[in-house]
Each structure stands twice: as structure tokens, then as C-alpha cells.
């Protein structure tokens, strides 16, 4: 079972003509080697939204090795709230699975 973390800036509000990517430090929670990122986009309803709204997908980046990046989000409808999951692995000694939610408010 995966430990599910809620990020403090929880419901965050993005305009519906943004298309933007959303990174996290993971080490903020003590977890200093993420592995296999992945993230779905959920409506209300619990719907996955992720193939409409996402482009591309969830990555460690480049220059900071605990920071995963969201895929792009894009198409947001103002007035709608999604639910963005986030899981990764950390792989410091025994593989845990972690899941971090962040409650989205699209805005126009």
C-alpha cells in the first residue's frame, strides 16, 4: 500500500489557458532517491482524464535528482476541480511506494 502525502498548497488554482508542468522536491518528505514517476488526472467523478489533459509524462528531473516533474497540463476546464496523483518508488533500502495528491481548481 502506498504512504499518500498531500501537498500544503492543496487545492491550487490554475487558469484554464495555462498549459504548464508542476515540479516537487521529494526530499521535503525525506525521500532521497525517487524512482519510476508516474501521474493520472482525475475529474470529480474519479474519471482519469490523464490522455485529454496531460502531454507527455512524469520524470525525475535533470537538474535536481529528488524533484519529479508532472507531465504538462493542458485544457483545463474553469470551474472544474481534478484530483493530480503522483506515485514514485524510493529505492533507498526496500522499495516503498509513495503518492502525493494535489487538489487542482481550474480558474479563468
Given at each position: 500500500m502506498a504512504t499518500t502525502?498531500?501537498?500544503?498548497d492543496s487545492p491550487y488554482e490554475i487558469s484554464d489557458a495555462e498549459r504548464l508542468a508542476l515540479g516537487f522536491d521529494?526530499?521535503?518528505?525525506?525521500?532521497?532517491?525517487?524512482?519510476s514517476p508516474s501521474a493520472v488526472i482525475l475529474d470529480s467523478s474519479g474519471a482519469d482524464l490523464s490522455a485529454s489533459l496531460f502531454a507527455g509524462s512524469a520524470a525525475i528531473s535533470s537538474c535536481l535528482a529528488?524533484?519529479?516533474?508532472?507531465?504538462?497540463?493542458q485544457s483545463l476546464i474553469a470551474g472544474c476541480t481534478y484530483r493530480?496523483?503522483?506515485?514514485?518508488e524510493d529505492n533507498h533500502s526496500t522499495p516503498n511506494?509513495?503518492?502525493?495528491?494535489?487538489?487542482i481548481k481550474a480558474t479563468s
Open positions: 502525502l498531500e501537498f500544503r521529494v526530499a521535503d518528505w525525506g525521500i532521497t532517491c525517487p524512482l529528488t524533484c519529479i516533474v508532472t507531465p504538462r497540463i493530480l496523483e503522483v506515485r514514485w511506494r509513495f503518492q502525493a495528491a494535489l487538489t
